[in-house]
Structures are given as C-alpha cells and as structure tokens.
C-alpha cells in the first residue's frame, strides 16, 4: 500500500519542484517583478522608450526615494535589461568588462563573466528568453546563456564581419526580432543568426559620400514599411529603411550629419523624426523622400526623445560631445521641451541638467545627468511635475547620469557612469 502512496505522489512532486526552480526564476521564491514584466533591451520591449505599465505611482517620489536596494556593477554606460525577475547590464569589473546577472527585486548577483578588455561598455546588453547578447566598445559580440552567464558563441565586428569601428568605439545595441539580431554596423546595417552568430546579411562598410567625422552610435529601430518588416538604420551619412529579411534597403535619407548620429529615430506611421544635424520629420515615400519640416529646436544630442500622443518631448541641446569634456558636458542647463511631431512647434520648455527619460502612462520619468529624478505629465500645455527626488538621498556619489531610468515591475532603476545601480520602489 505505502509503495503504492508513493507512486502516485512522485510525478506530483516532480511536477512541484520543476514549478518551483523554472517558475521562480531559478532563485527559489516568486517575485511580483516576474509576473509579465520585462524591460528586455535598449529602451524598452519595442525601442521607443515607452512602459506600458499601470501599477505604479507617479507621486512616488515625493518626500524621497524609497531605495530598495544599491549595487555596484562597474564603470560604464551600459543601462539595464530585464526580463523573467533577472536584470542584465555591463561594467568594468577588476579593469575587464564584464557581464553581470542580478536578481532585479534584490539586487543580489547572479553571477557575473569578464571579458579580456579594459574598456568602458557604452551599449546595452538584449535579454531574449535563455540567451543574453551583449557588445563590447572595440566589436566583441557576444551571447551568454541567462541561467548561468556560459557563452554560447563570441564573434568581432571587425575580424568576422569587416565592420569599420567607430571614432569612439562601437555603442550600438543589439536588437532581437525573430530569429534574427541585428546590429546598426557599417553603412546600413547587420542581421546575424541569434542561435549561431552567423552572418545572414550585411551592408558595404564604404557605402557612399564622405564617412561620418565620428561615426554613428544609434540603435536599430523596428518599424512595418510598405507592407515589410524593417529596421532604420541612422547610419554615417545615410538613415535607411531596411528589410530585415533581405538586407535590402527599401528607403533612404541622405543627411549631412557628418559628426556623430546618436540619438535613435523616433517613428510614426510613415513618418520618422531624426534630431541631426536639425530636428527633421520625414516621409518614408517613394520615389522621392518629401521633408514635412525641419528646424532646430530639439537637438537631443546624446539622449533620445520619446514620443507620446503627437508630441516630442526631450533636451534641446546646441552643442556637440567633442565641444566639451564629459563631465562639464552633463552639467549643462539646457532646455527641456515638448514639441508638436505635426508641426515642430514649441509648445512649452523648463530648464533643467540633460535629461535622460522615458514616458509610462501618460507620464514623463526624467533622469537628470545630476542625478534627480523627475516624474511629470505628458502634456503639452506646460511642465507639470508630479513627484521628484535625488536617487543619492543628498549622499556624495558621482553626479554622471548618462542613461536613461527603467520602469519595470513597479520599479525604477537608475545606474550612473561609476556603476551605482540604485533600485527605486514607486509601487501604488
């Protein structure tokens, strides 16, 4: 009889451990952050900077953060990607760049892989399900199982692929669509194999006209045109709407930005804004590309606008990153404004330190390069604040924030230059 008990318990236990190891994350308990959150690359699940989250509050912030946790993950730029309650970011670890797995609701280090390279990072790791994909500033590309950090392939930009490496090194993110990751390398793109790393298109490393001065740091951006799945690529000297099953370029925008494209475009139907070398909405047509307008008051420089309801919102910043050192460069006051994308009007403007932010819920969550972090309305009727705090609490810490906060799980995460990864609760 006992024997027979135990027969018919086993499969039932078996059932409950595989429910507690794989539908915990691998961490032994169950964490609000895992149910359906997920930031899982540069700028969010569909790269516009925007959370669809609900369950959180903008008035958070007053009276202080509530910090549920701090941890140091490196010198670098790298922001945060997470996806099923683990968080995945890069920073120099004992003068190598590393790869670093956290617990996202703890803080706690999963576990960590160094690379042979002493250099800071300036792209943003790509977590899709079992593997993480990550590029380093001088080309290596490289995916790691989520569970454990074991690579599963490496590759090089530049000895794989014969990419020309930019002026200041490569900070492009990659960008998983299919089966296919894609990287804004040479003039017009790179499509690899996800599982393999095997090339499945590329474009010229030459391309056409006059190189740009600095190269070009701008992430892939996913967009439908003409019936086909693309990707734009701001380029050197192009911005080009590409089919990501062919590597053909169906469009293109000949621009005169010969420094430095940095800033992702923003799409909009058929409509694509670009903040260099002017602010620029364009017209994905053929034959001929038709320029709705073009000024110049929102160049976003280093940061990247979100659009939210028809209106631009971003800092108008005049100069370059070659005009000034780094750390005089994110102490700039400049104007943050809200434009209208139909016109290019300033509807209104408020100075602040460069702003880095994405929108969730009708709302604007701006990280300050001094690090305070404002949460205010969308709105284009005038700046609204709802809530604001200093993610330090007034401690003295590096003020160099030049990456943009993370909204998931009711959370906001905000990482500066030196590594301080800081953990905010805004939970309703």
């Not at 530049?158 to 990287?183: C, H, M, N």
């Not at 300050?368 to 809530?387: D, M, Q």
Request: with cysteine; proline share 5%.
């Amino acid at each position: 009889m006992k024997s027979k008990v135990l027969l018919f318990l086993y499969p039932i236990l078996i059932a409950l451990m595989f429910l507690w190891l794989f539908g915990c994350g691998g961490t032994g308990k169950t964490t609000a952050i895992e149910e359906g959150a997920s930031w899982s690359r540069w700028r969010g699940p569909n790269g516009d900077g925007i959370s669809i989250e609900t369950d959180w509050s903008p008035q958070a912030l007053a009276g202080g953060p509530k910090i549920l946790w701090t941890a140091d993950v490196g010198y670098g730029y790298s922001n945060v990607a997470i996806q099923n309650g683990r968080l995945y970011t890069m920073g120099l670890y004992k003068k190598k760049l590393a790869f670093y797995c956290l617990d996202a609701e703890k803080g706690k280090i999963i576990w960590r892989r160094t690379l042979p390279e002493i250099a800071e990072h300036m792209s943003t790791p790509a977590a899709d399900g079992d593997r993480v994909y990550g590029l380093s500033k001088y080309g290596t590309l490289v995916c790691l199982n989520s569970a454990d950090g074991k690579r599963l392939w490496t590759k090089n930009l530049k000895s794989d692929f014969q990419a020309k490496i930019p002026y200041y090194g490569w900070a492009t993110s990659p960008v998983v669509e299919g089966e296919l990751l894609l990287l804004n390398v040479n003039y017009a793109g790179l499509a690899l194999n996800k599982m393999t790393g095997e090339a499945i298109w590329t474009s010229s490393a030459k391309g056409s006209g006059v190189p740009a001065m600095y190269g070009y740091y701008a992430t892939p951006v996913l967009c439908d045109f003409e019936g086909t799945r693309c990707a734009l690529f701001f380029g050197p000297r192009e911005l080009s709407t590409v089919d990501i099953a062919t590597g053909k370029i169906l469009w293109s925008y000949t621009h005169q930005e010969i420094s430095h494209p940095i800033s992702d475009p923003i799409v909009f139907g058929n409509q694509v804004f670009i903040a260099r070398p002017n602010s620029i909405l364009l017209e994905m047509a053929r034959p001929e590309t038709r320029i709705i307008w073009s000024n110049n008051e929102l160049l976003t420089g280093l940061t990247t606008a979100v659009l939210m309801d028809g209106y631009l919102y971003g800092s108008h910043q005049l100069i370059s990153v070659r005009d000034r050192d780094w750390t005089s460069w994110l102490r700039l006051v400049v104007p943050f404004r809200c434009v209208e994308l139909k016109t290019g009007k300033v509807m209104w403007e408020q100075p602040m330190h460069i702003v880095s932010l994405i929108a969730a819920g009708g709302n604007l969550i701006m990280l300050e390069s001094n690090g305070t972090l404002h949460i205010a309305k969308a709105t284009p009727s005038g700046y609204t604040e709802l809530s604001s705090a200093d993610v330090f609490r007034g401690q003295d810490k590096p003020r160099r924030f030049p990456s943009p906060p993370v909204l998931c799980g009711g959370r906001i995460y905000c990482r500066n230059f030196a590594g301080d990864l800081i953990c905010i609760d805004v939970r309703k």
